[in-house]
């Protein structure tokens, strides 16, 4: 949900309505916020409702106490997400990356304190969690409000309480966006674990989507890098600019993805190595391979387009477009092709990637090349008048 700020900061920040981007970030706070409460149940019921969904008892109970615990890493987001948001649309990347470094070092030294030193387990590694993340929140916040941000950040407004009705929309419809996206390889998983003699299957499955989540990092750079260049060019009215930086940004993720595709083709039945020795997942790992290297593939052009569509505030259009793709299309298509043409694992995944990851690339690629941008820039001018607010005392340049 706090992709929303992408948009709107972005926009505001290349209309150099820079004040706006502090009160965006604030209503995105509260959004957010009152959103985690929305989700606590989640988090209080872990328990009950892993054993409705057929896991093992000890399984369930400890998951669910480790769920109690990271109440208060969900609490971070509100704000983490916002803020790193709040300070990429200004360009500031290295700020968080500097931060993250800080939080990745302290989350080191806990977990060793609280797993091996005082042995409480993994709820020493949920409480390490815990302080990281808000290590996160404090390093950004503390660099924000103490003169970081002195165009962008003007302290604390009432104005973050108007309009939050709207804001909620366009959050929602970023959220929505994401979530069928993020979530449509967790139920490939999932229904994975369905298949007769589904151990080898699940093992294979999940090395090669650790192997697509360490490489989808890269994308998703994109991702962010697009949806604020293309955010900040339309907000300052330069829509041919916002068509170059989606070109350019097309073109280096694709060579990239087409470099992680050959090596994994070259190296399909060493790869998983890194991750296990078992004789059986690697040969599973090996057949699955020219499904990974697709996927990287398909995955290096997506998310770009994804950012676009973020930068431009076509979220909602994006929302509808992946439930029909993935939900409407691949899913049906995965369960045909593993089940009732008995293909598993491979028929599954293959389904999924062409008849929805493939589909929604297309699509998404289709009404990007036949994007009008200057029409575009101008909807940004007006959406920034919409969401803008006067500034009473305007910070000195």
């Given at each position: 949900?706090?992709?929303?700020?992408?948009?709107?900061?972005?926009?505001?920040?290349?209309?150099?309505?820079?004040?706006?981007?502090?009160?965006?970030?604030?209503?995105?706070?509260?959004?957010?916020?009152?959103?985690?409460?929305?989700?606590?149940?989640?988090?209080?019921?872990?328990?009950?409702?892993?054993?409705?969904?057929?896991?093992?008892?000890?399984?369930?109970?400890?998951?669910?106490?480790?769920?109690?615990?990271?109440?208060?890493?969900?609490?971070?987001?509100?704000?983490?997400?916002?803020?790193?948001?709040?300070?990429?649309?200004?360009?500031?990347?290295?700020?968080?990356?500097?931060?993250?470094?800080?939080?990745?070092?302290?989350?080191?030294?806990?977990?060793?304190?609280?797993?091996?030193?005082?042995?409480?387990?993994?709820?020493?590694?949920?409480?390490?969690?815990?302080?990281?993340?808000?290590?996160?929140?404090?390093?950004?916040?503390?660099?924000?409000?103490?003169?970081?941000?002195?165009?962008?950040?003007t302290g604390f407004s009432v104005q973050a309480f108007s309009g939050l009705g709207e804001f909620l929309k366009l959050s929602a419809a970023a959220g929505v966006m994401l979530c069928l996206e993020n979530w449509y390889y967790r139920v490939l998983i999932l229904m994975t674990g369905y298949l007769e003699n589904a151990t080898v299957a699940v093992d294979a499955l999940s090395v090669c989507m650790s192997i697509n989540g360490f490489e989808i990092m890269i994308p998703l750079a994109f991702f962010a890098a697009t949806g604020v260049r293309v955010a900040n060019e339309l907000g300052a009215g330069n829509g041919k600019a916002a068509k170059f930086a989606t070109a350019v940004s097309v073109v280096q993720s694709t060579l990239i993805g087409l470099m992680f595709c050959v090596l994994i083709m070259i190296l399909r039945d060493k790869i998983a190595l890194i991750f296990t020795s078992s004789a059986d997942v690697l040969a599973q790992v090996d057949k699955l391979s020219p499904l990974l290297a697709v996927t990287i593939l398909l995955n290096s052009v997506q998310p770009v387009l994804s950012g676009v569509a973020v930068g431009s505030g076509w979220q909602a259009t994006v929302a509808y477009i992946n439930l029909g793709c993935y939900y409407v299309i691949g899913l049906p298509l995965g369960i045909l092709m593993g089940w009732t043409f008995k293909l598993g694992v491979e028929g599954i995944w293959g389904g999924m990637i062409f008849g929805g990851t493939a589909v929604q690339t297309v699509i998404l690629a289709i009404i990007t090349i036949r994007c009008d941008w200057d029409k575009e820039a101008e909807k940004a001018r007006n959406h920034v008048q919409k969401w803008s607010t006067p500034q009473e005392h305007p910070p000195q340049t």
């Open positions: 949900m706090a992709s929303a700020l992408e948009t709107l900061c972005g926009q505001a920040y290349g209309a150099k309505r820079y004040h706006m981007l502090g009160i965006y970030m604030q209503r995105s706070w509260i959004v957010l916020f009152c959103c985690c409460f929305l989700l606590l149940p989640l988090y209080a019921f872990a328990t009950p409702v892993l054993k409705l969904l057929g896991q093992p008892d000890d399984v369930a109970e400890l998951s669910g106490q480790v769920a109690l615990w990271l109440i208060p890493l969900h609490f971070s987001f509100a704000f983490q997400f916002p803020l790193q948001r709040f300070l990429q649309c200004q360009l500031k990347n290295h700020v968080v990356a500097w931060v993250a470094l800080v939080a990745l070092l302290v989350n080191v030294l806990t977990s060793w304190l609280f797993v091996y030193v005082w042995g409480f387990g993994v709820v020493g590694a949920a409480v390490a969690l815990d302080v990281s993340w808000w290590v996160l929140v404090a390093g950004m916040t503390w660099y924000a409000m103490r003169g970081g941000c002195p165009l962008t950040w």
